[in-house]
């Protein structure tokens, strides 16, 4: 009986460790979703780095700030051969606008948590909290490196390239992009567009937003 009960309890503890083993791997980080592919991989510090982001209207302009949730690059014979970042649409700021009042009322409206009625007009971070660009190769023009891959935004996938300065030691790199510009309907970010509502008149926002990246990932020690 004694032997039974020692075996028993072996049983428990055995599958309390699994369990947990399991649960760090499937929900502990978005990261586990990359493929396995052999080179040196650096994780994003997320608290040096900013997606810088400007939009337009005929008479003004607001600008602002994205965070990143987390992020990864792997490199193979000092390029980058595979990454992935998902951004904190919750982390979304305006940073032109100095009353609070102003600056939390934009920030809310791009957020879509002013009213149930505009949630969709911008990005609707109840239903999409997070957006991700996937490196999928990376080539070196002119001084510069060609980032090539995939952005989803709200649910929806387009292929983007941008060039960037990137420098690679042994324990860091650094990422700092040229400024891009992106359609948002592309991403179906339609509210105020001239190409999509034609009865706008002057009241119209911009297609093209204007990003700049700047990241900052250390290399994961084995």
């Avoid at 987390?70 to 980058?80: D, M, S, V």
């Avoid at 990454?83 to 649409?89: D, E, L, P, S, V």
């Avoid at 305006?94 to 809310?108: M, P, Q």
């Amino acid at each position: 009986m004694k032997k039974l009960l020692i075996f028993f309890y072996l049983i428990v503890i055995y599958s309390l460790i699994s369990c947990k083993k399991e649960s760090t791997t499937a929900h502990g980080s978005y990261l586990t979703h990359l493929p396995e592919i052999k080179g040196i991989k650096y994780q994003v510090d997320t608290l040096r780095s900013t997606i810088y982001w400007t939009g337009f209207k005929p008479s003004e302009k607001h600008t602002g700030t994205l965070k990143l949730k987390e992020g990864l690059f792997i490199c193979n014979q000092n390029t980058i051969a595979l990454g992935r970042f998902y951004m904190n649409m919750n982390s979304i700021t305006v940073t032109d606008l100095k009353d609070k009042k102003d600056k939390n009322k934009l920030e809310n409206h791009l957020k879509g948590l002013a009213d149930k009625n505009i949630k969709d007009h911008f990005f609707n971070i109840s239903k999409y909290p997070i957006s991700d660009f996937r490196i999928t190769h990376s080539e070196l023009k002119n001084n510069k490196t060609i980032i090539y891959g995939n952005l989803t935004i709200k649910g929806i996938t387009k292929s983007v390239n941008f060039p960037a300065k990137i420098n690679i030691n042994n324990d860091q790199i650094s990422l700092k992009s040229d400024t891009l510009q992106l359609n948002r309907t592309y991403w179906n970010v339609n509210y105020g567009s001239k190409s999509i509502f034609d009865d706008l008149k002057d009241e119209f926002i911009s297609d093209q937003i204007h990003i700049q990246v700047n990241l900052i990932a250390k290399k994961i020690k084995k």
